[in-house]
């Protein structure tokens, strides 16, 4: 069995698992450690964390991003990322961690899933470019590695339901790596990063966008898409990347009504 070995030390480089790596580990109330991964940690949320998380907490995606996030840069990127805002204690504790564990757990975001792996794509570390391996966050508190229970990668996402999260996520994950790939010089437009974050972060401002501006005209949006989007949280967020990847990379079906371009003077071509 390959079970890689001594993964809890803190300070070895990072070991990089695909999915059918195996390793030790069991979290349970009674670690010592239990809630300590929960204060002073990075986590990156994706489109489908926002969801989730905004409606648990019946906020619009606005105000969940004005309470409880904070805007990043992702490394090598120009892409704006949004981490889970912490609070001001001692222990930079995040907001939804209590003495008896994690008030949100059904909703928790992806990286609290993954964690104690963390996932490449969705990193700050250097040479995160490939997507599709997975890495220890190697934290040296954390003690659940010194339990006996082995998961490969596979069962541990399976059991995590990352697998799923991963699935919804996959298109913007894509749209991330793929911009790390870019060369130095080659910058997005202010106007694309704003979209960019609008459709990830912040779809009810989205669907405002698309059904309150020329959008609909502008892409010629059939009626039973529009019906779809407008009552469909996970089928806007699915249009919204479809769209994005159109403007970042011109790829895709996405088609512009160039009449209607012409008449409001709008660029069909052009920079990023
Ligand atoms: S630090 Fe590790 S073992 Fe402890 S609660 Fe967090 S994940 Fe579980
Ligand atoms: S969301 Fe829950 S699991 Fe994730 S860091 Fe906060 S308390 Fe821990």
Redesign the pocket.
Known sequence: MNIIEDNNKAGIEPVRLGLDNRFKFKCHKNVKCF?R??RG?N?VLTPYDIIKLKNRLQLSSEEFLAIYTEPQLLEKTDLPIIT?KLLDDDQKS????RDD?????ED??T??RYYPLGVASLSHKEGADESGFYFFVNEPHCLGFEEDQVWTVREWREDQGVDVRDEMNAEWTDLVVRKRSFPPNVKLTEQSKKMFFLVSYNLDKFREFVFESSFIKLYTVDSKTQETIKNDELALLKFGLKWLKWLLFKEGDFKINEAEAAKRGQKTQGDR
């Open positions: 809630t991964c929960c940690i986590i889970l995040c907001p939804f961690v564990g994690c008030i949100i757990y928790r975001p990286t609290c």
